[in-house]
């Protein structure tokens, strides 16, 4: 009996996956919820998990600043749909006043739940102020607009550059604290300037 409905079960669902995929790939879907838009360029199976192809999430915070986080595409466990791995990472946040932060990171993961990204590996930062900054790992509170790293961290300023272990950056408020072994270095030419 088993032999018999993998027979005729199994090329029905081959055919379905297909048609799905190519139905799938060529449709772009956008769902907003509240202040919060998702949308995707397309949908395939890759490895067990869902893979969105060029997803992006927009939203808003509390003090309505806006926030962007997309990727080239993100990988979905149908197990636990609220954790999505992403790759090639691209955030940008920006504040009422005009000002604003964009990053970008080879992979990370997004929880739905907490709104929280975490990126890992080389992390670029800039932000409309000229600052520019490089972190080997970051949490990022799209509530908030806050960036925090407890891991090593180097930030060109106007003027100068400054390492530290670990910082905090909120990006409505436009301060960066570092901490743990800071290191400042002031480019005296500028200064003079």
């Not at 360029?41 to 998990?49: H, L, R, S, W």
């Not at 939203?59 to 954790?83: L, T, W």
């Not at 990126?119 to 806050?146: F, R, V, Y």
């Not at 743990?180 to 030419?189: A, E, F, N, S, T």
Request: net charge positive; proline share 3%.
């Amino acid at each position: 009996r088993l032999v018999a409905i993998l027979r005729k079960g199994l090329p029905v669902f081959a055919v379905l996956v297909l048609v799905s995929y190519f139905i799938s790939s060529q449709l772009g879907v956008s769902v907003s919820v509240g202040d919060l838009t998702a949308s995707i360029d397309g949908i395939e199976i890759a490895d067990g998990n869902l893979r969105m192809v060029n997803p992006k999430l927009k939203g808003a915070d509390k003090k309505n600043g806006q926030y962007v986080i997309g990727a080239d595409y993100a990988d979905q466990d149908v197990r636990n749909p609220k954790i999505i791995k992403l790759h090639v990472i691209k955030a940008e946040l920006s504040s009422p006043d005009g000002g604003w932060s964009r990053m970008d990171s080879p992979r990370g993961v997004f929880d739905s739940t907490a709104e929280r990204l975490v990126m890992q590996d080389k992390i670029n930062i800039a932000t409309s102020s000229g600052i520019t900054g490089e972190l080997m790992h970051a949490t990022l509170d799209t509530k908030t607009q806050t960036l925090r790293s407890h891991r090593p961290v180097f930030f060109l300023l106007t003027g100068g550059s400054v390492r530290a272990n670990a910082l905090t950056f909120r990006s409505a408020e436009k301060t960066l604290t570092f901490r743990g072994k800071v290191l400042v270095h002031i480019d005296k030419k500028v200064k003079e300037e």
